[in-house]
T-cell receptor, first 115, second 111 residues
Framework: EPEVTQTPSHQVTQMGQEVILRCVPISNHLYFYWYRQILGQKVEFLVSFYNNEISEKSEIFDDQFSVERPDGSNFTLKIRSTKLEDSAMYFC?????????????FGDGTRLSIL | AQRVTQPEKLLSVFKGAPVELKCNYSYSGSPELFWYVQYSRQRLQLLLRHISRESIKGFTADLNKGETSFHLKKPFAQEEDSAMYYCALSGIQGGSEKLVFGKGTKLTVNP
């Protein structure tokens, strides 16, 4: 079964540094999402992306965050200047079609640790 | 506001016992409800969704709009059911397809 893949599995970065988290969605999927989960808290929506544009973003997704689909396969989340509170698991998800009843397929996540 | 509440952080049952993981939601329109499961060190996987009305791995969930609940049930728990379970909601309010998650319930099935 095709899967969403995320790299790296664990990223350790100094505060203030830029970090890029990478995702390869399922190949025929068109809608992409990033979520994050701070330790002990719920999974929170960050951003959705379709047709090379952000469809929706949450309050968490401020100017320090950006997303990009640089080629036909990768979908990246960039944090420009990391803060301690950015430490979390970051999950990428994708769906084949639009619609609120479409199941989202998740990757394994990237654990981001900010020192 | 969209909100999902899973009142139990931890739930422990014995193998063969019935299990019910509670989920309540707050949403002004007609939501789509999902249950996701995360086994140890694995990804979030879709377990079931209310629109499908299916039973996966013996689990079922019924949407009760009157009580705004979507509890997950299984009549006879198995040890391999031990995992984190997340209830999630999506809806067309404001054209949003994002998932809103509960905090999750950690289910432990003891031998």
């Amino acid at each position: 079964e095709p899967e969403v893949t995320q790299t790296p599995s664990h990223q350790v970065t100094q505060m203030g540094q830029e970090v890029i988290l990478r995702c390869v969605p399922i190949s025929n999927h068109l809608y992409f999402y990033w979520y994050r989960q701070i330790l002990g808290q719920k999974v929170e929506f960050l951003v959705s992306f379709y047709n090379n544009e952000i469809s929706e973003k949450s309050e968490i997704f401020d100017d320090q965050f950006s997303v990009e689909r640089p080629d036909g396969s990768n979908f990246t989340l960039k944090i420009r200047s990391t803060k301690l509170e950015d430490s979390a698991m970051y999950f990428c998800a994708s769906t084949a079609a639009r619609g609120y009843n479409q199941p989202q397929h998740f990757g394994d996540g990237t654990r981001l640790s900010i020192l | 506001a969209q909100r999902v509440t899973q009142p139990e952080k931890l739930l422990s049952v014995f193998k063969g016992a019935p299990v019910e993981l509670k989920c309540n939601y707050s949403y002004s329109g007609s939501p789509e409800l999902f249950w996701y499961v995360q086994y140890s060190r694995q990804r979030l996987q879709l377990l079931l969704r209310h629109i499908s009305r299916e039973s996966i791995k013996g689990f079922t969930a019924d949407l009760n709009k009157g009580e705004t609940s979507f509890h997950l049930k299984k009549p006879f728990a198995q040890e391999e059911d031990s995992a984190m379970y997340y209830c999630a909601l999506s809806g067309i309010q404001g054209g949003s397809e994002k998932l809103v998650f509960g905090k999750g319930t950690k289910l432990t099935v003891n031998p």
